[in-house]
């Protein structure tokens, strides 16, 4: 392993602040393929930009005719998006292709990348527990799988991306706002289960585990399964038979966020996500106790290699996400969590790019321009002026 390439989008743009640095560290030549309106916010640490489109398929077109050109142009490609994925699962190039520049290596699991059901499907296959879940696409399948499963449920595009159209029903009222706004797709629905929400974050090589973290979702905005603020590190050993068996069937390479829930009652995991797309928590290495550098060059080094080494601890830490909770904490006005950051509490300045001063004040400058965008759409709702604004 000795080069990696990474393409994102706009959907991803602030995902890749500590990850060239990291991989650097690694001894691993890095590329970043993305639009160069988006180079502020990489952080130092990589080899080479690589200009390209911000249109995920032209994007997925362009990493393909360099393979096509050299079938050994990279050794490992990060997709950074599940826009990406998406767009080289549906391209007509072929599957060999697809294998390699995607993050699963074989070919028969490819449609993981854009099918829920097909990915419950899978792991349900190899051994590891999901939640019961029904495939529908009428109003009269939902009805009937609400009658199988009964509420609460999860209701979710088969295709959607991210948590984008997932609704929770636990009431009949719930169930019926939803049918009220159906529209025709495949959905699934799928019982909820009743605990708390972990994330697993494993890093995979050609079906080789490296390392892990595992984390505990204490705070999300945009709703109970949105993107999480803060998380509070876990021990990530309990997930390896999981991960292990994930990555040989799958033949895994690159960054993985894994969703699960643990049972109130039953204290089981139950996977109900697998994105196979990096995020920036497994970054957050004083948080989490996880060198990814030292990982990658421990798996380069030992033909033995074993990941037991390099996976998160009991430490009970908590990290927290910059970008994502300061500009909600001033939009909801919540005095205490701004004072947590500035008294650094749980040290959550150590979840910054310290290593990179002109990032941190990019970041600093992110912030504070939604922060201004906020208050401002506030102060002109106040006063009735905001649709005035607009026009």
Not at 49 to 57: A, C, N, P, R, V
Not at 283 to 289: A, L, P, R, S, Y
Not at 301 to 320: C, K, M, T, Y
Request: aromatic share 10%.
């Amino acid at each position: 392993m000795k080069s990696v390439l990474i393409a994102f989008t706009h959907h991803s743009r602030r995902t890749f602040a500590f990850y060239p640095y990291l991989l650097q560290r690694a001894g691993l030549s890095v590329s970043i393929m993305a639009h160069p309106k988006f180079k502020a916010y990489v952080g130092r640490g990589y080899t080479k930009w690589i200009d390209g489109s911000d249109q995920s398929d032209a994007l997925i077109k362009d990493i393909a005719t360099r393979f096509s050109a050299d079938e050994n142009a990279y050794d490992w490609v990060i997709l950074g998006d599940d826009n990406l994925l998406y767009a080289l699962s549906l391209s007509d190039m072929p599957e060999t292709l697809k294998t390699r520049i995607g993050p699963i290596g074989k070919a028969e699991y490819i449609p993981m990348m854009i099918s829920k059901y097909t990915t419950s499907q899978m792991v349900t296959s190899i051994g590891i527990q999901v939640a019961p879940s029904k495939l529908c696409k009428t109003i009269a399948d939902i009805q009937g799988a609400l009658h199988d499963l009964g509420l609460p449920v999860i209701i979710k595009p088969d295709q959607g991306l991210g948590s984008e159209g997932i609704v929770i029903c636990r009431t009949t009222d719930e169930v019926d706002a939803f049918l009220k706004t159906f529209i025709e797709d495949t959905y699934i629905v799928e019982k909820y289960i009743s605990g708390q929400r972990v994330r697993v974050d494993p890093l995979f090589y050609k079906g080789q585990l490296i390392s892990a973290n595992a984390s505990l979702m204490l705070h999300t905005i945009r709703g109970e399964l949105g993107v999480s603020t803060q998380r509070r590190v876990l021990p990530a050993k309990e997930h390896v038979n999981m991960l292990t068996k994930l990555g040989a069937a799958l033949q895994l390479s690159g960054f993985m966020n894994i969703g699960c829930m643990q049972g109130t009652t039953s204290g089981e995991y139950y996977l109900f996500e697998l994105d196979c797309r990096p995020n920036e928590w497994p970054c957050m290495i004083d948080v989490f106790e996880v060198d990814i550098s030292k990982a990658i060059l421990d798996y380069k080094n030992n033909p033995q290699f074993s990941p037991l080494a390099h996976l998160s601890p009991d430490n009970q830490r908590i990290a927290r996400s910059f970008v994502r909770e300061i500009p909600y904490l001033v939009r909801k006005i919540k005095i205490g969590g701004l004072i947590d950051w500035l008294t650094n509490k749980d040290k959550c300045w150590q979840c910054l790019p310290r290593h990179d001063g002109r990032l941190i004040l990019f970041w600093f400058w992110l912030v504070a321009r939604e922060c201004a965008s906020d208050i401002t759409r506030k102060i002109l709702k106040t006063f009735g002026l905001r649709k005035t604004a607009r026009s």
